[in-house]
């Protein structure tokens, strides 16, 4: 029998790679999004403004995704009222209908920039920040969630720098532009270790491992394991902005250029991983490769599969 999956804020950059996933998987996948674009030919896309519209789901709807982020998280407080209505409001709006409409799991995208700034791994009882208005956002949803999701299976995914093909204006993408134009990227050390030359670490996530991972969720559930409320979703390697540049570098074929900026940083964005991988045990793409085929895909790398001076 075939899985009914919602997914709402189908349309982002997430969404459509879930959209994609579920449906290669053969599930029945009903996308929700405050625009009209579609995230898939042959999936039914009902708009819902957050801010405005109830949402509702249908009676066979087993899982809800709720994805939906606003694109506003750094306009804080001047955009407050779209970053909470989508950040919370709407999750709570969706809650709210799946528990009427039966739904038995719900998972709610939140961000590893939630944790306090911290240089060592985060796990998922680390202190929260509510001095960000994104991360407040986030925490607010989180919480305001945990007391109206019963008697649903509520999972709050906590991920960290998902990245992938058709991203733009992250970490990766912003990156990745300044070779190209032959800009430098700066790097700054660390207050605990003055001679650092690679700068900010990040675990970074490559946007169909994090399909696979919300997926394998779902599938966990569905076999009846009890999940925790919080999991944090990421790459296990982290990765270091010289390493970032340098990789980007090597893959367009145009050196990376390096400068030290000012002062020192006080913080990496690093997960511990520990609760993922005592659930989930899958193989991650390789920064190298992930990389490799995002920029393939914006015609920024060579396409190597069809090199056939190299084959034998």
Same mark, same amino acid.
């Given at each position: 029998? *075939?899985?009914?999956?919602? !997914?709402? #804020?189908?349309?982002?950059?997430?969404?459509?790679?879930?959209?994609?996933?579920?449906?290669?998987?053969?599930?029945?996948?009903?996308?929700?999004?405050?625009?009209?674009?579609?995230?898939?030919?042959?999936?039914?896309?009902?708009?819902?403004?957050?801010?405005?519209?109830? !949402? &509702?789901?249908?009676?066979?709807? /087993?899982?809800?995704?709720?994805?939906?982020?606003?694109?506003?998280?750094?306009?804080?407080?001047?955009?407050? %009222? &779209?970053?909470?209505?989508?950040?919370? @409001?709407?999750?709570?709006?969706?809650?709210?209908?799946?528990?009427?409409?039966?739904?038995?799991?719900?998972?709610?995208?939140?961000?590893?920039?939630?944790?306090?700034?911290? @240089?060592?791994? +985060?796990?998922?009882? &680390?202190?929260?920040?509510?001095?960000?208005?994104?991360?407040?956002? /986030?925490?607010?949803?989180? %919480?305001?969630?945990?007391?109206?999701?019963?008697?649903? =299976?509520?999972?709050?995914?906590?991920?960290?720098? +998902?990245?992938?093909? #058709?991203?733009?204006?992250?970490?990766?993408?912003?990156?990745?532009?300044?070779?190209?134009?032959? =800009?430098?990227?700066?790097?700054?050390?660390?207050?605990?270790?003055?001679?650092?030359?690679?700068?900010?670490?990040?675990?970074?996530?490559?946007? $169909?491992?994090?399909?696979?991972?919300? *997926?394998?969720?779902?599938?966990? &559930?569905?076999?009846?394991?009890?999940?925790?409320?919080? !999991?944090?979703?990421?790459?296990?390697?982290?990765?270091? !902005?010289?390493? +970032?540049?340098?990789?980007?570098?090597?893959?367009?074929?145009?050196?990376?250029?390096?400068? =030290?900026?000012?002062?020192?940083?006080?913080?990496?964005?690093? *997960?511990?991983?520990?609760?993922?991988?005592?659930?989930?045990?899958? %193989?991650?793409?390789?920064?190298?490769?992930?990389?490799? /085929?995002? +920029?393939?895909? %914006? #015609?920024?790398?060579? $396409?190597?599969?069809?090199?056939? *001076? /190299?084959?034998?």
């Amino acid at each position: 029998m *075939s899985q009914h999956v919602a !997914i709402v #804020g189908a349309t982002g950059f997430l969404g459509r790679a879930l959209t994609r996933h579920f449906t290669l998987r053969g599930a029945k996948v009903h996308g929700y999004s405050s625009t009209k674009a579609r995230a898939n030919d042959d999936t039914p896309l009902t708009q819902f403004d957050a801010a405005h519209d109830e !949402i &509702h789901f249908p009676e066979e709807t /087993k899982a809800v995704f709720y994805l939906a982020q606003s694109p506003f998280y750094r306009e804080f407080p001047s955009r407050a %009222e &779209h970053l909470i209505a989508v950040n919370v @409001l709407g999750a709570i709006k969706a809650a709210r209908a799946a528990v009427e409409a039966g739904v038995s799991f719900f998972f709610y995208a939140s961000t590893g920039n939630v944790y306090r700034p911290s @240089l060592q791994p +985060l796990r998922e009882d &680390h202190p929260v920040r509510r001095d960000n208005g994104y991360a407040l956002s /986030k925490v607010m949803a989180e %919480e305001s969630l945990a007391l109206v999701s019963a008697p649903m =299976q509520l999972v709050v995914g906590r991920i960290f720098g +998902l990245f992938g093909p #058709g991203q733009s204006g992250m970490l990766v993408p912003n990156i990745c532009n300044r070779i190209r134009q032959g =800009q430098p990227v700066q790097f700054v050390p660390s207050t605990q270790e003055p001679a650092d030359r690679d700068g900010l670490r990040v675990s970074l996530c490559y946007v $169909d491992d994090a399909c696979r991972c919300l *997926s394998g969720l779902l599938d966990l &559930h569905s076999e009846g394991v009890e999940l925790p409320s919080t !999991i944090n979703i990421a790459g296990d390697e982290p990765i270091s !902005i010289r390493q +970032l540049a340098e990789e980007c570098g090597r893959i367009i074929g145009k050196p990376a250029v390096i400068e =030290q900026g000012d002062g020192t940083r006080t913080f990496d964005l690093i *997960s511990d991983n520990s609760r993922l991988q005592e659930l989930i045990v899958s %193989e991650q793409t390789p920064f190298s490769t992930a990389l490799e /085929k995002t +920029l393939r895909s %914006e #015609g920024s790398a060579p $396409d190597r599969s069809r090199d056939w *001076s /190299k084959a034998g």
